[in-house]
C-alpha cells in the first residue's frame, strides 16, 4: 500500500510513503521515452566509526557483484542488453544507484536493480578480488595534489566529524575488515527507512509504483554493526596553517576553507551560494576580476560551497605562482573584510542571482538530473525543497549577504593548506 505524502502544488512530482516506510518519488515526463531509476541511501562515509572508514563506498562497489540470483557480471547483462546503464557514487551524506533504461524495458531492469540493492551476497572471492581495486583507487587518488590538499584542508576544518575522513578510507582500515562485517553494515544501513526510490521519465504512475512496491518489499532482517557518532566541531578561534612540500608540482596551490550551515538552516546556506558566486564566478566576479584578470597573480581562482546534512563547506582555492601565496591569500583576506563591512552593490546581487537561477535551470533539464536532485534532497532534508531554490535565491537582500558574511566567514578565522613544489 502507498501513502500520497506531498500536498504542494509548487512541488512537480509526488512523494510516497510504502508500508515498510520506504519512500518513493514519482514524476511523469510523457514527452521522454526515457526512465531514470535512481536509489538513494543514507548509508554514506558519516554512517562509518573510524575504524570502519571506507566501507560505504567498497561496499557500492560489492553491490554490483550481485546476489544468489544474480550471480557477478549479471546485473550489469541485464541493464546493457536493454540498451539502459548503470552506475553509482558514495559521498558523505549518502550512496545512490541510478540505471537509465527506456521505458519498456523498465519491467525488467527495475527489479533486478532492487534485488542486488536489497540481497547483495557479498561473496568472501569477490570481496578479496574487488578490495584491490578498492585499494588502487585510493593509491591512485594520493597521485592527485588537488586531492592531497583538499583532503589535507578538510580533515583540518573537521577534526572530530566524519566528514574529515576520506571517503575511500585508507589501506590500513580496508585491509582489517571482512565480507561478515560488510554484509552487517549492508543489513544495518541498507533498510527501507533509509531508502528514497526515484522514478522519473515516461512511464505511468500506476504501473511504475506497482513495480516498486513489488521489486522494494522483501528486506533482510536488520543486523547490528557499529554506529558512528557525529561530534559536532568547535568554533574555529584562529588560523589552521598548513604546508605541504609535493615533487612534480609546477604551480602552487592556496586552499581556504570555513565551516557553514548545514541543511537544518537551508537560506543561510543559500546565501553562502551568492557570496560564493560574487567572489569568483565569471570574469567580473570580484576575486577573478582583481587576481587573474587585473593584477594576474593567479593562474586560476574559484569559490564553491558545498552543502552537506549536518554543516557545509566554504572554500576559495587558487593555483598560482609560490612567491605570490602570502599576497593572494591577504587579498583574499581583505575582500572577506569588504563583503563584511559593505552591502553588495544591487547590479552585482543581480549578477549573482541570475547566475545561480540560470544554473538551476540548466541543471534540470533532463530525467537523470531531477531524480539526482529529488534523491539528494530527500535524503539530506526533503525533496519539497528542491524546487524552492530558485525562489529563494531570488528573495535575498544586499544586507542580508553582509550578515551572513560576518556570521560564517571571517579573515582571522579559517584553515588554510599550501601546497608548494619540494
Known amino acids: 500500500m502507498l501513502q500520497l505524502l506531498n500536498t504542494t502544488s509548487k512541488f512537480p512530482a509526488e512523494v510516497f510513503k510504502l508500508d515498510n516506510g520506504l519512500t518513493v518519488i514519482y514524476q511523469h515526463i510523457p514527452a521522454t521515452p526515457v526512465v531514470v531509476v535512481d536509489v538513494w541511501v543514507r548509508a554514506g562515509a558519516i554512517a562509518e566509526t573510524e575504524e570502519w572508514s571506507g566501507m560505504a563506498h567498497f561496499l557500492e562497489h560489492m553491490i554490483f557483484?550481485?546476489?544468489?540470483?544474480?550471480?557477478?557480471?549479471?546485473?550489469?547483462?541485464?541493464?546493457?542488453?536493454?540498451?539502459?546503464?548503470?552506475?553509482?557514487?558514495?559521498?558523505?551524506?549518502?550512496?545512490?544507484?541510478?540505471?537509465?533504461?527506456?521505458?519498456?524495458?523498465?519491467?525488467?531492469?527495475?527489479?533486478?536493480?532492487?534485488?542486488?540493492?536489497?540481497?547483495?551476497?557479498?561473496?568472501?572471492?569477490?570481496?578479496?578480488?574487488?578490495?584491490?581495486?578498492?585499494?588502487?583507487?585510493?593509491?591512485?587518488?594520493?597521485?592527485?595534489?588537488?586531492?592531497?590538499?583538499?583532503?589535507?584542508?578538510?580533515?583540518?576544518?573537521?577534526?572530530?566529524?566524519?566528514?574529515?575522513?576520506?571517503?575511500?578510507g585508507t589501506e590500513a582500515h580496508l585491509m582489517e575488515r571482512s565480507p561478515l562485517e560488510m554484509r552487517r553494515f549492508h543489513r544495518s544501513h541498507y533498510q527501507p527507512e533509509n531508502m528514497t526510490v526515484v522514478i522519473v521519465g515516461g512511464v505511468e504512475k500506476e504501473p511504475a509504483l506497482e513495480l516498486v512496491n513489488r521489486s522494494f518489499q522483501h528486506f533482510a532482517p536488520p543486523l547490528y554493526c557499529p554506529l558512528a557518532e557525529a561530534e559536532a566541531e568547535p568554533p574555529m578561534i584562529e588560523i589552521r596553517r598548513q604546508e605541504i612540500h609535493l615533487p612534480r608540482l609546477e604551480?602552487?596551490?592556496?586552499?581556504?576553507?570555513?565551516?557553514?550551515?548545514?541543511?537544518?538552516?537551508?537560506?543561510?546556506?543559500?546565501?553562502?551560494?551568492?557570496?560564493?558566486?560574487?567572489?569568483?564566478?565569471?570574469?567580473?566576479?570580484?576575486?577573478?576580476?582583481?587576481?587573474?584578470?587585473?593584477?594576474?597573480?593567479?593562474?586560476?581562482?574559484?569559490?564553491?560551497?558545498?552543502?552537506?546534512?549536518?554543516?557545509?563547506?566554504?572554500?576559495?582555492?587558487?593555483?598560482?605562482?609560490?612567491?605570490?601565496?602570502?599576497r593572494v591569500e591577504a587579498i583574499i583576506g581583505d575582500a572577506i573584510s569588504e563583503l563584511q563591512n559593505a552591502p553588495v552593490s544591487e547590479g552585482e546581487l543581480s549578477r549573482c542571482k541570475r547566475l545561480l537561477s540560470n544554473d538551476y535551470a540548466f541543471s534540470t533539464e533532463a530525467p537523470s538530473q531531477l531524480a539526482g536532485l529529488y534523491g539528494y534532497y530527500n535524503t539530506i532534508a526533503a525533496a519539497e525543497v528542491a524546487t524552492t531554490y530558485p525562489e529563494k535565491i531570488q528573495s535575498f537582500e544586499n544586507t542580508e549577504l553582509q550578515q551572513l558574511a560576518q556570521q560564517y566567514l571571517s579573515p582571522y578565522r579559517y584553515a588554510v593548506t599550501i601546497l608548494k613544489p619540494c
Not at 86 to 107: C, G, K, R
Not at 127 to 136: A, H, S, T
Not at 286 to 294: C, D, G, V
Open 251 to 326: 604551480q602552487a596551490r592556496l586552499m581556504m576553507a570555513w565551516v557553514g550551515p548545514g541543511v537544518e538552516q537551508l537560506r543561510n546556506a543559500y546565501g553562502l551560494d551568492l557570496i560564493s558566486v560574487l567572489l569568483a564566478e565569471g570574469r567580473s566576479s570580484r576575486l577573478i576580476r582583481n587576481l587573474r584578470e587585473q593584477q594576474q597573480l593567479v593562474q586560476n581562482i574559484s569559490s564553491s560551497f558545498s552543502l552537506q546534512r549536518d554543516s557545509s563547506l566554504f572554500t576559495i582555492s587558487a593555483c598560482l605562482a609560490p612567491e605570490n601565496l602570502d
Open 65 to 168: 557483484k550481485g546476489t544468489d540470483r544474480l550471480p557477478p557480471g549479471v546485473f550489469d547483462q541485464v541493464i546493457e542488453n536493454t540498451g539502459g546503464m548503470t552506475n553509482a557514487a558514495t559521498s558523505h551524506d549518502y550512496a545512490h544507484f541510478f540505471i537509465v533504461t527506456a521505458a519498456q524495458y523498465l519491467e525488467n531492469t527495475l527489479p533486478a536493480l532492487a534485488d542486488i540493492l536489497l540481497n547483495a551476497a557479498i561473496p568472501e572471492e569477490e570481496f578479496i578480488r574487488e578490495r584491490d581495486v578498492v585499494l588502487e583507487e585510493i593509491r591512485q587518488s594520493y597521485d592527485d595534489p588537488d586531492f592531497i590538499g583538499f583532503q589535507a584542508l578538510t580533515e583540518s576544518i573537521y577534526q572530530r566529524h566524519p566528514y574529515g575522513r576520506p571517503i575511500l
